[in-house]
């Protein structure tokens, strides 16, 4: 089973995403666009877990839940990881204080000690839009598509497991903890 920790948004929160991923469609000449259904955030991806090391994923976020309280992030700017020809296009995350990194290192901080393996990256917030994004000749939508500052209410944690169906991915959440 392939997991990792996320922040899920209502309905509306996807929608909006959704929105702007169907206008960044006009700009480009290909890509891959995750469904509405599949917008998240990511906390911390762990990867091919059997029961054992699912049990302390499990437990982990019980720890960390209890121990951070519910906050609120924006949406920021949108913008871009470069890959030669090719681009990972995202929204940015604005940290209205220090609650996300909070989190974040306490999540890293319990798994580390469970013998799960840090991250040797900085954590960059972000919510995917696309990836292997080819943009048409002459075009930078990063410069057109504006974006709403919306508040994201974080209430709770979610393991989700990430598989295919139907040839789709799919992220499902198989485990959910309510922050403070």
Known sequence: MRVFYAIEFQPKMKHYLSSLQMHLKNY???GNFPCKENFHLT???????????????KESLDY?????NSFNLKLD??????REQKSIVWIGIK????SLQLLYNSLEDN???RGFKRENRKYRPH???SRETIFKENCNPLNEILIDHLDIEVKQISIMESSRINNKLTYTPIYVKNLL
């Open 28 to 30: 480009c000449i290909k």
């Open 43 to 57: 906390l911390k991806f762990i990867g091919e877990v059997d029961r054992y090391s699912l049990k302390k994923v």
């Open 77 to 82: 700017n949108i913008g871009e990881f470069k």
């Open 111 to 113: 798994l580390a000690l």
């Open 64 to 68: 960390v839940a209890c121990i951070n």
């Open 127 to 129: 919510i995917t839009l």
């Open 95 to 98: 940290q209205l204080d220090n």
